[in-house]
C-alpha cells in the first residue's frame, strides 16, 4: 500500500513561529500537493510539486512556502504563522502521468494557530 | 473557471436504502473521475474512480459516468451507518496531475 506520512497529527503553535509540516512518500511518486481544508471551503490548494526542486503556487499561496530537496518529501512552511492559518492541512501524492490515478492523502494535521 | 458541482447536503437516506451522489462538471477535456469519502476529522480516502462512458461496480458501490451530460455519480447499495460520511467528487484537469474538487456531498444514513 502507498503510504503518505505526515509527521504530527495535532500542532498548537503561536502567532508569529515559523512553522514546518512535514510529508513523506515511500512510492516514488513525482507529483506531491499541500492542501487545506477548512468548514464550508472544502479543500483548496497550497502548493504543489511536479518532482524534485519543482513548486508550483497553488490557489492560497499567501503566507506559504514550499521545500522538495528529495523525491519522497515535500514540507510546506508557515513563514509567521498567524490565527487565519489555523486549518486541517492534508498532503497528498500520485505519480506522473498517470491520468487514471488519484491522489493518496496522509492523515492530516490539526494546527492551531493561537 | 473549471469546477466540479456537487449538492451540499445532507443527504439523508434509511439504513438498507440506496444512497445516491451526484456531480456535475465543467471541464469538457476531463477524463477520469474520482470519488473520495472523508470521515469527519478525518483524510479523504479513495473508494471508485472511473473514466470511461457507463457504469462500474465495486463492491456495493457503483461510479456512473455521462461524458455528454458532463455528469458523474455514485450509488451506494444497501446502505450502512458506517457509509455516513462526506463524499468528494473529483476531476482530473486537461494538465493530466490536478484533480478539481468539489465541494462534497454530506451523507447520514440512518438506523
Known amino acids: 500500500d502507498v503510504k503518505v506520512t505526515q509527521s504530527s497529527r495535532y500542532l498548537v503553535k503561536r502567532t508569529g513561529e515559523k512553522v514546518f509540516l512535514e510529508c513523506v512518500q515511500d512510492?516514488?511518486?513525482?507529483?506531491m500537493f499541500w492542501y487545506r481544508q477548512d468548514p464550508g471551503l472544502g479543500l483548496r490548494l497550497i502548493y504543489f510539486?511536479?518532482?524534485?526542486?519543482?513548486?508550483e503556487k497553488g490557489d492560497i499561496p499567501e503566507g506559504y512556502s514550499v521545500s522538495r530537496e528529495k523525491k519522497e518529501r515535500f514540507s510546506l512552511i508557515l513563514e509567521s504563522a498567524s490565527t487565519n492559518q489555523t486549518s486541517m492541512y492534508l498532503c497528498?501524492?500520485?505519480?506522473?502521468?498517470?491520468?487514471?490515478?488519484?491522489?493518496?492523502f496522509g492523515s492530516g494535521t490539526r494546527l492551531t494557530v493561537v | 473557471q473549471k469546477e466540479v458541482e456537487q449538492n451540499s447536503g445532507p443527504l439523508s437516506v434509511p439504513e438498507g436504502a440506496i444512497a445516491s451522489l451526484n456531480c456535475t462538471y465543467s471541464d469538457r477535456g476531463s477524463q477520469s473521475f474520482f470519488w473520495y469519502r472523508q470521515y469527519s476529522g478525518k483524510s479523504p480516502e479513495l473508494i471508485m474512480s472511473i473514466y470511461s462512458n457507463g457504469d462500474k461496480e465495486d463492491g456495493r458501490f457503483t461510479a456512473q459516468l455521462n461524458k455528454a451530460s458532463q455528469y458523474v455519480s455514485l450509488l451506494i447499495r444497501d446502505s450502512q451507518p458506517s457509509d455516513s460520511a462526506t463524499y468528494l467528487c473529483?476531476?482530473?484537469?486537461?494538465?493530466?496531475?490536478?484533480?478539481?474538487w468539489g465541494a462534497g456531498t454530506k451523507l447520514i444514513i440512518k438506523p
Open positions: 497528498a501524492s500520485r505519480p506522473q502521468g498517470a491520468q487514471n490515478y488519484g491522489y493518496t
Open positions: 510539486s511536479y518532482d524534485v526542486k519543482m513548486k
Open positions: 473529483a476531476a482530473m484537469g486537461d494538465s493530466n496531475y490536478q484533480l478539481i
Open positions: 512510492m516514488d511518486h513525482e507529483n
